[in-house]
């Protein structure tokens, strides 16, 4: 994804719905990733995370690397000012990759465990947090015309 393919798309971050179903379209499991720059990235994003390729490891992070810029210049672009996290494409990342581990904990053939319930967790928490970023730079609305 380029960031002249960001271009498309609103001004306010995706909430974490739409990214939990971008990551769910990533797996098969009925998820759908909406025409929303971020949640497009989200999707490849997990993609990378759900098939790691050990011996690619330098292709890997450099796709990793170009999904994640290409979050942070739609970002730049439309939101203010820089999230208390730093980089919201390195956010979605975290939260890709732990959407990832949920996935294969709760596919891996394993009876249900505490590793499922950590991985599920660690991914809610990631979510709850993302909720947070998107309120903290949510486009400014000015009350033009509107009495106060």
Do not use: K, N
């Not at 498309?8 to 739409?18: A, F, K, S, Y």
């Not at 759900?50 to 939101?79: F, G, M, N, S, Y």
């Not at 820089?82 to 596919?107: C, E, K, N, T």
């Not at 970023?133 to 609305?141: H, W």
């Amino acid at each position: 994804m380029t960031t002249s393919a960001l271009a498309r798309g609103g001004d306010d971050l995706p909430d974490w719905h739409e990214l939990t179903a971008a990551f769910r379209a990533a797996f098969g499991s009925g998820g759908a990733a909406t025409e929303h720059p971020v949640t497009a990235c989200a999707c490849q994003l997990a993609r990378v995370h759900r098939q790691p390729c050990p011996r690619r490891r330098t292709v890997v992070a450099r796709r990793r690397a170009r999904l994640i810029a290409a979050i942070d210049a739609w970002a730049a672009e439309h939101v203010r000012g820089p999230a208390r996290v730093g980089s919201i494409g390195a956010y979605v990342d975290r939260m890709a990759a732990a959407a990832a581990a949920a996935h294969q904990a709760l596919h891996s053939g394993e009876p249900v465990s505490g590793m499922v319930h950590m991985a599920f967790t660690d991914a809610a928490a990631l979510a709850a947090g993302w909720t947070e970023i998107a309120l903290e730079v949510a486009p400014r609305a000015y009350g033009i015309g509107v009495d106060q």
